[in-house]
């Protein structure tokens, strides 16, 4: 699977739109980009994920490039409830067991 | 609330002792995960099954030892564990086999702290 760099912390003001980003730039072409969110002590949650054209869903937005060598989360009004570490995974999409590979992600601290 | 939950939700236990971790998942998914996580490290995967079959055993001691007795429970049995296996574990389900196969649903987890 390919390797996502994300910074390791971020903050946003509340009510703000944060914007995660996420490098992939040794993606493949059948692989896709996974979002998953981990608030403090609780197992990850899923957020969203895309192959190469944007998705928007009830949680949040994702922006993947032409290239496809980048991504960026956007949670459109933040909440002090979204603080928590975002990981963006990349993985092939196909019906035979594939595991994801979560790495460091992004510390996002949400602040009033 | 996932569909998955956990019990016990936290465990202390010696290193002598035998325990297991408890994992249910509503969600009708045919896929179960074990993870780790310990204190400022990225999630382990420990061990999977697809279909009540493992089809991951990511190199884990044999001090822990998964089961899975059908589609919707998964167990983790501990027995003479260290120190370093303090952590939260995990459980997570998915729709294996599907285009939602990427999708997992974590549990609240077990943190578990070995004296």
């Known amino acids: 699977d390919a390797k996502t760099t994300q910074p390791p912390s971020m903050d946003c003001a509340e009510g703000r739109a944060a914007n995660l980003p996420c490098n992939h730039s040794?993606?493949?072409?059948?692989?896709?980009v996974y979002w998953y969110r981990q608030i403090h002590s609780q197992g990850p949650q899923y957020i969203i994920h895309?192959?190469?054209n944007n998705e928007t869903n009830e949680m949040a937005s994702l922006i993947i490039t032409e290239d496809r060598k980048s991504s960026t989360l956007i949670l459109p009004h933040a909440t002090l409830r979204d603080t928590a570490v975002y990981y963006c995974?990349?993985?092939?999409?196909?019906?035979?067991?594939?595991?994801?590979?979560f790495g460091t992600g992004t510390r996002l601290l949400v602040s009033p | 609330e996932t569909g998955v939950t956990q019990t016990p939700r936290h465990l202390v236990m010696g290193m002598t002792n035998k325990k297991s971790l408890k994992c249910e998942q509503h969600?009708?998914?045919?896929?179960m995960y074990w993870y780790k996580q310990s204190a400022k490290k990225p999630l382990e995967l420990m061990f999977v099954?697809?279909?009540?079959?493992?089809?991951e055993n990511n190199s884990v001691p044999s001090r822990f030892s998964p089961e899975c007795p059908n589609s919707s429970h998964l167990f983790l049995h501990l027995h003479t564990l260290q120190p370093e296996d303090s952590a939260l574990y995990l459980c997570?389900?998915?729709?294996?086999?599907?285009?939602?196969?990427?999708?997992?649903?974590f549990g609240p987890g077990t943190r578990l702290t070995v004296t």
């Open positions: 997570a389900s998915s729709q294996d086999r599907t285009p939602r196969a990427g999708e997992q649903y």
């Open positions: 040794t993606i493949s072409g059948n692989e896709y």
């Open positions: 895309g192959l190469k």
């Open positions: 995974i990349v993985r092939v999409m196909n019906t035979g067991f594939q595991k994801l590979v």
């Open positions: 969600l009708g998914h045919n896929a």
């Open positions: 099954y697809s279909l009540e079959e493992r089809v």
